[in-house]
């Protein structure tokens, strides 16, 4: 029988969960979806997880991607989440809603995990820096395969801005941008961090990386950049993985 995991994915806009395959990293189900609650407590989005795990016959670990800094399980930003997140443990607010152990890390983190182990960047040596275009910009640094967790880099000030709130996802929804202007803030945002890092590949990832072919070629870069390989089932794989391999006392 295949090994199996579960995997949830809290975002800015919606909260997402299937049951992975944790030999190939792709869902095992079709994924379940809901609305991130407004405003998104820990209570609201707690009782939303344990929704999306009833739709599912599960029993075992729950990975749980989170859309902030988290440390030991505990939510150490909020950007694109109620504040009242910070210095709340993930872990334990999401297993308590769940009635099941629950392993909690950074979105971009966990997107990147699935595609080191499966995608884009497996067997990439040196510096791999995953950007994750959604409701703001995640960002999850690996060197040889290793990751550097809760890198920060959506928030890059450019230009006396955050750039988040200028070249993600949400920004280019909210705007209404062209595919055109909103390249053009991309390329302001990974030239930049090119030039501060030097790595050897850049992945996409987010829901928008599913229309690469609309950005991607317009960006002149000295890195290659190429979409993330599970596009934006990688959170929920990797943060599925994660949830698997943690050893636990019966
Ligand atoms: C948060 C990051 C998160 C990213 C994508 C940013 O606003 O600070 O922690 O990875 O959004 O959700």
């Known amino acids: 029988m ?15 969960g299937a049951v992975v395959d944790l030999a190939v990293g792709g869902l ?3 994924r379940y979806k809901v609305l991130t609650p407004r405003p998104s407590t820990p209570k609201a989005v707690a009782d939303v997880v344990a929704e999306v795990v009833g739709q599912f016959d599960w029993e075992g670990p729950v990975g749980c991607t989170f859309p902030a800094v988290v440390r030991d399980g ?13 210095g ?3 872990e334990q607010v999401v297993g308590a809603a769940t009635g099941l152990p ?8 966990a997107a990147g995990i699935a595609e080191v182990r499966w995608g884009a960047a497996k067997n990439v040596p040196g510096l791999v820096i995953v950007v994750t275009l959604g409701t703001g ?3 999850a640094l690996f060197h040889n395969g290793a990751l550097v967790p809760n890198s920060e880099l959506g928030h890059l000030e450019l230009d006396g801005e955050d750039y988040e709130r200028k070249a993600s996802a949400g920004a280019r929804d909210r705007e209404d941008l062209p595919w055109d202007k909103w390249a053009k803030r991309l390329q302001r945002y990974f030239s930049a961090i090119e030039a501060l890092l030097w790595p050897e590949l850049f992945i996409v990832g987010g829901g928008v990386s599913r229309r690469a072919e609309k950005f991607l070629p317009l960006l002149e870069l000295n890195t290659p950049i190429v979409p993330a390989k599970l596009q934006n089932e990688a959170g929920i794989a990797g943060a599925a993985y994660l949830a698997a391999q943690v050893p636990r006392v019966a």
């Open 2 to 16: 295949a090994a199996l995991g579960f995997g949830v994915d809290i975002g800015g806009s919606g909260i997402k």
């Open 28 to 30: 095992a189900t079709e």
């Open 74 to 86: 505990v939510a150490r930003t909020a950007a694109n989440v109620d504040s009242s997140w910070i």
């Open 88 to 90: 709340t443990n993930i």
């Open 102 to 109: 629950v392993v909690a890390l950074n979105d971009a983190d």
């Open 137 to 139: 910009i995640g960002t």
